[in-house]
């Protein structure tokens, strides 16, 4: 792994911010078009927790992720094309057509599957954890979740059960502000979701979400305790989806806030804010940003081509892998 | 061959299977404590240790989660439920996670893990100690149930829904514990999906599970004293159910009962009821008889215990209404 925070390292990181706004926008405008029909939601505004994350982990380190998975999914390593080909639920898809945008899986890249009910993967975190240390492996499991799936009752359990075990896992909060529709002071007593690691004697930390660096550096140290065998972290990143809860509208419309707290936050520019650092401390030029942008466009329009092209799934295949078949591995 | 109690087929199936394979490990709240699990668990905790002999915190939902967890990245987990009822707090676990995430990602990673659901009931426990909940978990696409009725089973079919790479809910009477018969000492395997005629008959099929075999056989052989000559079919496995024996005997006999151990609205009678109308209709000379739990939560009080819980004499009586139909 590279030191991220050197101007090579940081290129990396804004590359993999900006696949990711410019898939989402793409996948967004899709949407629309109707070409893309299954519940899509959109990560834009977020880039930098799953690209900051993502780069301080291996292969054989596992990410589960959640219904707003494509940001996650992307930084991991996983395949574009397949990841498109999936939101058009086609048989070339992550997972052949079968989880929709929601769920694609890669598990060669450590992308094992999203759940898409809060809360629901982090248990399953857990529980690889336990498994690689079972294994004898240094792999680490990290799972992503938003503010809102704090409130499910599993979310306790899993942090008191990774504590006590002292299991390599960590708990990456994606707080957004919103719950679906419900804004955080609305559902939640206590906003400052980080303190709640507390009760679980694990470090609990709050972090700008939305500056990649000190993601990657704070997430960086969270992991490494975890494969040292320090146990668990809870951080919790503060970020803001632009768009709304699914789909590409901003919930603007629907009365569900405003826009000049969206302005706020678009001022707030991930993405911008990393293109700022990287002209400063990396030396990127204009025409060097020209060919980085060109370069994702091409990528995307070719896997958005390929998902157009590919065929869907044929309906004989409806009661294949009900079950998998077959003896012990 | 040698005959042992069902308890100790099941503790000497989670030695071996723990033994013999180091992706096995046991999990669960109450795992090293006798009186959860009947004895079962004896032993476990002094020969492989806390790490693979699991106990937990009262945390059902996150447990069972770990568990799908640790079989996604490569275990064969044992989940020990030491009541079913329990098993309500980690319905999303089970049914949203375990039971989908084959098919739902395109058929890539499995969930091999072996759901140990014990049924605890009688004794005046009421209705949240109590409950038996096979039917709702064989609903469920993605889940394979199966319900061992002698300590052979027990052993075997533990064995295979361990090998299994899918889930398995594997669900333990434990009226049964006290139960001996005839087990092999090594390892073996009774196929999923495969069951079994208990006795040949050719006046009616009765098809029972789990604990309710064992009523079973005492009412044919009340029965048999009243000339009627049933066959006895254990299933074994619910989910893959083998129609091809039921249906066989159905078509041989022509009258079928169920005694199932489950709430009759719903339960397994009522899906082999339905399996035997569709595709053994013309068959049929009676009605089909069910015999089950009344749709009531348990009682605590042993008068109403008695009357809830079917036995030999409900099952007999079931076999003799449909004959005179």
């Known amino acids: 792994m590279v030191n991220n925070t050197s101007p090579e390292g940081l290129r990396k990181l804004y590359t993999t911010m900006l696949t990711i706004r410019r898939l989402e926008e793409r996948l967004g405008e899709l949407v629309e078009q109707r070409e893309i029909q299954c519940p899509t939601h959109l990560y834009i505004g977020q880039e930098a927790v799953a690209a900051g994350v993502c780069a301080n982990l291996k292969p054989t380190d596992w990410v589960f992720s959640n219904h707003r998975n494509h940001g996650h999914y992307i930084a991991k390593g996983g395949d574009l094309k397949a990841l498109v080909a999936e939101c058009y639920v086609k048989s070339t898809g992550a997972s052949r057509g079968r989880g929709g945008s929601m769920h694609p899986a890669q598990p060669e890249m450590g992308l094992p599957g999203s759940p898409a009910i809060l809360s629901g993967s982090l248990p399953l975190a857990v529980g690889a954890a336990l498994a690689f240390r079972l294994q004898g492996k240094d792999s680490v499991a990290v799972v992503f979740f938003g503010d809102g799936a704090t409130n499910e009752g599993v979310f306790y359990e899993s942090l008191n059960l990774a504590s006590l075990k002292k299991l390599p896992v960590v708990f990456i909060c994606e707080n957004n502000l919103y719950a679906t529709h419900m804004p955080v002071g609305a559902c939640l007593a206590n906003t400052e979701l980080y303190r709640k690691a507390a009760a679980f004697c694990i470090p609990g930390l709050r972090i700008d979400g939305n500056n990649v660096v000190e993601v990657y550096k704070e997430s960086g140290k969270a992991i490494a305790a975890a494969r040292r065998g320090r146990g668990p972290t809870l951080l919790e990143c503060m970020t803001y989806r632009w768009r709304g809860h699914v789909g590409p509208s901003t919930d603007v419309d629907r009365g569900l806030r405003s826009q000049a707290e969206l302005d706020a936050w678009m001022a707030r520019c991930p993405v911008d804010a990393a293109e700022r650092l990287l002209k400063e401390k990396g030396g990127l030029t204009d025409a060097e940003k020209a060919a980085i942008e060109e370069n994702i466009a091409a990528e995307i329009e070719a896997a958005v081509t390929f998902a157009r092209r590919s065929p869907y799934p044929d309906d004989k295949e409806l009661l294949t892998d009900v079950f998998k078949e077959g003896k012990c591995r | ?325």
């Open chain 2, 1 to 325: 061959m040698r005959t042992i109690p069902y308890v100790q087929a099941i503790n000497e199936t989670l030695h071996q299977a723990i033994a013999g394979d180091e992706r096995v490990f046991l999990i669960g709240a109450g795992v090293t404590t006798p009186w959860y699990v009947g004895g079962t668990t004896v032993g476990l905790l002094d020969r492989f240790g806390p790490e693979r002999i699991i106990d937990t915190p009262v945390s059902e939902n996150a447990v069972t989660g770990a568990a799908i967890g640790a079989a996604l990245a490569g275990m064969r987990p044992i989940l020990m439920h030491s009541r079913m009822d329990f098993m309500f707090y980690a319905m999303d676990q089970i049914a949203n996670q375990a039971a989908n995430w084959y098919y739902m990602f395109g058929g890539q990673l499995s969930v091999p893990l072996t759901i140990w659901a014990i049924v605890n009931r009688g004794g005046e426990q009421a209705a949240q100690h109590s409950q038996s909940l096979q039917a709702m978990f064989t609903h469920i696409p993605g889940l394979k149930v199966v319900m061992p009725a002698t300590p052979y089973d027990a052993k075997g079919l533990l064995l295979a829904s361990i090998a299994d790479d899918n889930p398995v809910i594997y669900i333990d009477d434990r009226w049964l514990y006290e139960k001996t018969g005839e087990v092999p000492e090594e390892m073996f395997t009774v196929p999923l999906g495969k069951g079994i005629v208990r006795k040949d008959g050719k006046d009616v099929t009765l098809v029972a599970t789990s604990y309710l075999v064992t009523e079973a056989i005492k009412a044919a052989a009340t029965l048999e004293k009243e000339g009627i000559d049933v066959e006895l079919i254990d299933p074994r496995s619910l989910k893959p159910l083998d129609e091809d024996l039921l249906l066989k005997s159905v078509k041989k006999t022509g009258r079928l009962v169920i005694a199932d151990g489950g709430w009759k609205t719903a339960g397994i009678g009522a899906e082999l009821a339905a399996l035997a109308v569709e595709k053994a209709f013309k068959y049929l000379k009676s009605p089909v008889g069910r015999v089950s739990l009344p749709d009531a939560p348990a009682p605590a009080s042993p008068t109403l215990e008695k009357r809830y819980y079917p036995d030999a004499d409900s099952i007999a009586a079931s076999v003799r209404e449909i004959l005179k139909s």
